[in-house]
DNA sequence: TAGCCTTTTCAGAAGATATTGAAAGGATCA
DNA sequence: TGATCCTTTCAATATCTTCTGAAAAGGCTA
């Protein structure tokens, strides 16, 4: 792919991109075929990402619907052309938003109501438990509700995060670092 | 393992923690091991973890490693005893501070400089391109820019929050909320 | 409806990752 | 020093994930 400076710059990125998706859980092609998509000028149709990545018509279907069911990406039809073309989510702050709403509803909820079960069944004979037995329990409880806790306040923080907005948020930084030198 | 309510909850507990883990790109094994040591009440033994995660001593030593590279537990030694024990950092606040750290030095600076240098080469032959090539070239150094300038927010906002640390965390939320609604 | 173009699906292959278990390496003690 | 106990290493293996490519399905047009 590398031929002009443009090219062999997009081309690094986009496997670096993949590389990083890769570490955060995110399969190292659809992460490369997000980021082909961010930076295309153009949407692109299913053979285009085929060909510039150099993967099969199967793995291109795959990840490009995967990345719709994220949100990152959009379908699009045209007119008098029966290909179907994809554009990528062009303001990161939003693509960022998407992500995290995701990720919160896919992995951190669940992981809420597992740690309110746990609770709930270390409360169950709660009380019949005198001494060593009864400390662990409290122990363990404080640990569930510590995890709970930080869980919730991470919830609160990119509600707040996501209601200032790209503009908004260094605005809010400013806001912190003012109020922490206050303090 | 599952025998008294508390086992059961905490056996639960590990078995989401290690599912959620592998959903961000942690090996489960290891997320299991970092789960329960979070919850245990005393420093555990290689033997015990083995034992209690049905795990090869190869395994074991191998994800203990790990966690202790990411910071994230401490070897201890105790008087008069060859083994070694292990005990998981209990600040939820800490510990994501510390993952926060490592993921930044390991996976964010790596793409921002990856960045820093596409920017470099397709500012290489910029001023010799005319019309759409120029174009094209300027927009990609947009999107560039624009991640560029997302990844050194949430550089900042890291490094307020972490100052803030876990108390003051709650005070600059309700700040943020109180500049939000007054803006 | 048939013909054409495109997308989706999925079984099998390939590739990546994690695990095992046994041998080697270290440390401590008598 | 030798015996003992514990940890680390690593090649082989198992497991999990992703990719491929061809067949099936879907849908538009004439």
Redesign the interface.
Known sequence: MPQE??D???S??IR??GE?G????ISRTMAEVHALL??A?EPMCTDEVMDQLAISRGSASMNLRELENWGLIQRLHRRGDRKEYFQAE????QM?ETIMRERRR??VL??ME??E???D??D??HTKLRGDARR??D??RQ??A??L??CE?MN??FN??S??GRT??????K???K??RE?
């Open positions: 400076p443009i062999a710059a997009k690094l990125f670096r991109w990083m890769a570490t955060w859980g961010y930076l000028p062009q303001d990161v702050w960022f896919r992995e669940p992981i597992t740690i079960r746990c609770t069944m270390i169950q004979n662990q329990v122990d363990c640990r569930f510590d995890i806790e930080f306040m609160t923080m707040l995060m209601q200032a908004g948020v260094r605005s809010v930084a806001q912190i670092g109020f922490l303090r």
